[in-house]
């Protein structure tokens, strides 16, 4: 059974950055791609960025050029780098995998002044 922990949430002022991290436990064998997803309270669930296994990413657009995802070696643990963060940008970050499997708790993060 995979399970999923986010971290590196957290506060920050618009204009900075963060790097969030998903640690993939569990049968990891037959994963086909890794996402990113964020929440705002009373609003669906929205994709943000997208890798797959020979390393193609995609990304919706508000984030284009300011969010980069990525995973290390061994496809374990999977990465949201941030930069230049909007007040916009502010919500919970979940990470999952494909096909997809039990949330996690996910990871606040909020930009403000």
């Known amino acids: 059974q995979v399970q999923l922990v986010e971290s590196g949430g957290g506060w920050v002022q618009p204009g900075g950055s963060l790097r969030l991290s998903c640690v993939i436990s569990?049968?990891?064998?037959?994963?086909?791609?890794w996402t990113w997803y964020r929440q705002v309270p009373g609003q669906q669930r929205e994709t943000v960025a997208f890798i797959n296994p020979r390393g193609s990413t995609a990304y919706e657009d508000s984030v284009k050029g300011r969010f980069t995802i990525s995973t290390d070696n061994a496809k374990s643990v999977m990465y949201l780098q941030m930069n230049s963060l909007k007040p916009e940008d502010t919500a919970v970050y979940y990470c999952?995998?494909?096909?997809?499997?039990?949330w996690g708790q996910g990871t606040q993060v909020t930009v403000s002044s």
């Open positions: 999952n995998i494909k096909p997809r499997v039990a």
């Open positions: 569990g049968n990891t064998f037959a994963i086909e791609g």
